[in-house]
């Protein structure tokens, strides 16, 4: 059998994880919490804002910024065109003059309850 996340192109987010995690309680097996502590590793870094602590909505850095897109192509060696999502930016009667990618980054309190429920998760195995 091919290891989980062999492909490394896909992240599975906090119902995966939290699947997962459960098929690692029920079977032992180490790949399925390799696999849940490589998709937690992957939103800490990536979906994650350090500067704040907070998370972004979208969980397809292609999506979000340059840096996000270009920390993707680093971890998966896919060429995905950049494709700033307005969603992800401010959308104050200001902002909506500019184009989208120099709009400011926003993040939602939805996602980053969703993070610390991924982390929840993750300090329970």
């Not at 680093?74 to 909506?96: A, K, N, Q, Y």
Request: with cysteine; aromatic share 10%; glycine share 8%.
């Amino acid at each position: 059998m091919r290891p989980l996340g062999a492909s490394s192109a896909c992240v599975l987010g906090g119902f995966g994880v939290y699947g997962l995690a459960e098929l690692w309680r029920a079977t032992r097996d180490a790949r399925y919490r390799d696999e849940t502590l490589r998709n937690a590793a992957f939103a800490r870094e990536c979906v994650r804002d350090p500067a704040d602590g907070l998370a972004f909505r979208n969980w397809w850095l292609w999506r979000i910024d340059r840096q996000r897109w270009e920390a993707r192509r680093r971890r998966t060696g896919v060429e995905h065109p950049l494709d700033p999502d307005p969603d992800e930016r401010g959308r104050s009667p200001e902002d909506l003059r500019r184009p989208v990618e120099d709009r400011p980054l926003v993040k939602t309190l939805l996602a980053s309850a969703g993070l610390a429920r991924l982390f929840w998760i993750v300090a329970r195995l």
